[in-house]
């Protein structure tokens, strides 16, 4: 974990936002030091890139305030927004245009140019693996190549705060390792870094510290072993199983052994005390409630967890 | 203005990869008026006859117009009308050479059928279709029956538009045939065609060239502005929004671009439009204050619909929608200025109608003249311009 150094990089405090009357952001706050990364971990419509496009100056907060190196951000802070390498959740490149022009347009706005801007573009490229394509138009590119560019033009003018937002979403395992692995690099050079995901292994593995946000509201922040800690030694149990799984959770919900229970696609995911003396109870429980149970897991507690603890919901939908 | 000039050559250089850029900005409005005058100028140095077989099924106003207006008002077309649909096509058929070939058996280049009920189809805007069937051995010729019937066609539609508009703003049902006839029937350019440079009147090929050209002007900046709300559909708005420049920048980028392909489209038909068919245009330095002046007016009109439209495809479909109402009431495809009444006055509500008026006026040699179409054509442009951009610096979102 990197020591933070003076001023953050990141501070916000109390920022909300709503649209018409649904709050999508109600008063979330945290900060990133230097060379840190922080990962907002949260489900779908949690707000996360609400909260993003309030930190990159694209929206508006309706209250609260957010400093990127103490300098204020809005829509209109044209300096601060120097700071910022937002990659954007949906692409944001130009499909008529190739790697290197997509990469020296967005360089040019960001106030590069000539053989500063020339050399930063062919070292992009080599970072996200496109020097062989650099020339042929976007369009012609898999998913997983123009997600790279989309990263690639984040990084370009060698922001303060690079800031992702779910980047793996719908990549290729290979492609999703490859990202994984530069966003590493990158932090591990000391750029600071904001990632968004609702992949707990992402935020387990990339991020410094994480925050958890639900409904619009940061419920828990911490280092993993932080908000493990919040599970204390319980285990997470997964049945794999078919059936009426929801009658199945509720009913197992209510078990004095099982402190939590959700149902996440074909799975029932329970917070346990001591999984393994309990087995042959709640799988005949299962039964009894309609659930045929086709696989079972026993983990130690894990961000998971953490989520089912905090809202009784699984983390995936 | 740095920012602006990046984002408006980053623009520029997608719309040279951009094939519908070229159709709207110089294919279309070239080709259309390539085709009139060349049929309309016997001066122009091509050799065209052709010899259409007509069937009217319809025997309605509205194909009537074509026959005798369209089709008459052009002296090197020869008129065949036939009765059925088997006599044309036996007439374009070379293929079928008759057992013991009947030496001299007549043939069309082009056999152009109007079915039954084709005008009351137009009247009560139900889809219509006029087909046409080239001569396999005159390619040139048939072509030209095929854009003669597309030109036609665009023009019943604009009026179709604009009658449904007038229907509108008056509150009140109009009798659109009889409207439509009356908007059909008035002269053709041709038609009134007058030689002396004193009538203040533009030739059918320079008023088809201007027209043409004047209309497409208004697509082709519109597709320039609504390129704002095309990079909101492909997220590089997040993007442009989250770079360290100005609202303004990302506004006035768009605008330079669209300014800058309007005018290399003017410039590509006005040279080309003089030197294929003899158009003239009047003297280079008022038609460039015409121009300009043009160009401001569309891109104030796009912003204020780009402004309040809730996205790309709306602003598109009420941008066409206005481009048509503007164009036809402007007089580009008729000249509205010869109508009389009603429909002589109103052109003045359109920037088009100014510029056809201002080219017109030129034909005096005088550069004064266009003091008033231009100051017009700018005051359109200032007033929508000034209410659009402020919606839409506004309204800029990811
Ligand atoms: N422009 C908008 N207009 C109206 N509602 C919006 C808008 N943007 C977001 N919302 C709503 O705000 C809430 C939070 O959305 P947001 O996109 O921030 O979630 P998210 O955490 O990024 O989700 P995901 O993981 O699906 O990307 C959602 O309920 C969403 O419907
Ligand atoms: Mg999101």
């Known amino acids: ?317 | 203005m740095g920012a602006a000039w990046t984002i408006a050559r980053k623009d520029l250089k997608q719309r040279l990869r951009d094939r519908s850029a070229y159709i709207i900005g110089i294919v279309a409005p070239l080709g259309l008026a390539l085709v009139f005058g060349f049929v309309l100028n016997p001066l122009s140095g091509f050799e065209f006859e052709g010899r259409y077989a007509v069937v009217d099924l319809d025997r309605g106003p509205v194909s009537q117009i074509f026959i005798e207006n369209v089709l008459g008002a052009a002296e090197r077309i020869e008129v065949i009308e036939v009765g059925t649909v088997a006599e044309a096509e036996a007439l374009v058929d070379t293929e079928v050479s008759p057992l013991g070939g009947t030496e001299g058996t007549e043939t069309a280049d082009a056999a152009i059928i109007f079915p039954a009920g084709f005008s009351a189809d137009v009247q009560s805007e139900r889809p219509v279709a006029i087909q046409v069937i080239g001569n396999q051995g005159s390619e040139t010729e048939a072509g030209i029956a095929v854009a003669m019937v597309e030109g036609y066609a665009s023009e019943l539609t604009s009026v179709r538009v604009a009658v449904a508009t007038v229907e509108n703003l008056v509150g009140a049902e109009v009798d659109r045939l009889a409207t439509g006839v009356a908007v059909l029937q008035t002269p053709n350019p041709v038609t009134v065609l007058d030689d002396t440079a004193s009538t203040k009147q533009l030739d059918g090929v320079t008023f088809y060239a201007a027209g043409m050209a004047i209309f497409f002007l208004f697509f082709t900046v519109q597709s320039g502005i609504t390129g704002l709300l095309e990079e909101q559909r492909a997220g590089t708005m997040a993007r442009l929004l989250s770079s360290p420049i100005s609202r303004t920048s990302v506004l006035g980028g768009k605008m330079l671009s669209a300014f800058l392909v309007g005018l290399v489209s003017m410039a590509v038909l006005f040279v080309a439009t003089t030197f294929a068919v003899d158009a003239d245009w009047g003297p280079p330095l008022g038609v460039a204050l015409l121009v300009l002046a043009a160009i401001v007016a569309a891109i104030g009109i796009v912003s204020i619909i780009a402004g309040f439209a809730r996205s790309g495809e709306q602003a598109t479909a009420i941008g066409s929608m206005i481009g048509m109402v503007l164009g036809f009431l402007g007089g580009t495809f008729f000249d509205v200025s010869q109508a009389g009444g009603l429909l002589a006055s109103l052109r003045f509500v359109s920037p088009h109608g100014w510029f056809m008026q201002g080219l017109a006026d030129l034909r005096s040699d005088d550069l004064t003249v266009v003091v008033v179409p231009v100051l017009a054509m700018l005051g359109f442009g200032v007033i929508t311009g000034a209410i659009g951009v402020s919606r839409l610096r506004k309204g800029l979102r990811p």
Request: aromatic fraction near 4%; charge should be negative.
């Open chain 1, 1 to 317: 974990m990197t020591v933070a150094s003076g001023e953050p990089v990141l501070e916000c405090s109390g920022i909300r936002k709503s649209f018409g009357d649904h709050a999508a952001v109600k008063g979330v706050g945290f900060s990133i030091a230097h060379g840190e990364t922080y990962g907002l971990l949260g489900p779908n419509g949690a707000g996360k890139t609400t909260t993003i496009s309030m930190i990159s100056g694209l929206l508006e907060p309706d209250a609260g305030e957010i400093r990127l190196a103490g300098e204020p951000m809005t829509p209109d802070s044209t300096h601060t927004k120097r700071l910022v390498g937002l990659v954007p959740q949906d692409l944001a490149i130009y499909p008529d245009l190739d790697a290197t022009e997509n990469l020296e347009f967005f360089g040019r706005l960001q106030g590069m140019k000539g053989a500063e801007l020339d050399r930063r573009v062919a070292e992009v490229l080599e970072i996200i693996e496109l020097t062989d394509r650099a020339g042929d138009r976007t369009e012609q590119y898999s998913g997983g190549m123009k997600r790279r560019l989309n990263i690639g033009v984040g990084l370009l003018h060698r922001p303060t705060l690079l800031i992702l937002d779910e980047p793996t979403v719908g990549v290729d395992p290979q492609s999703r390792n490859a990202i994984l692995d530069s966003v590493e690099r990158l932090g591990e050079e000391g750029m600071a870094v904001l990632y968004t995901t609702h992949y707990m292994e992402e935020a387990e593995r990339l991020c410094d510290r994480i925050g958890i946000v639900d409904q619009g509201e940061l419920i828990a922040e911490g280092t993993q072993a932080d908000l493990v800690r919040i599970v204390g030694q319980r285990d997470r149990l997964t049945l794999t199983a078919t059936g009426s799984l929801a009658a199945t959770a509720a009913a197992l919900g209510e078990l004095e052994v099982v402190d939590d229970a959700g149902v996440a696609g074909d799975e029932i995911v329970l917070i346990v005390d001591q999984a393994h003396d309990h087995l042959p109870r709640i799988l005949e429980m299962a039964a009894r409630t309609g659930s045929m149970v086709k696989s079972v897991d026993v983990d130690s507690a894990d961000l998971e967890s953490v989520f089912l603890k905090l809202t009784g919901r699984a983390l995936r939908e």
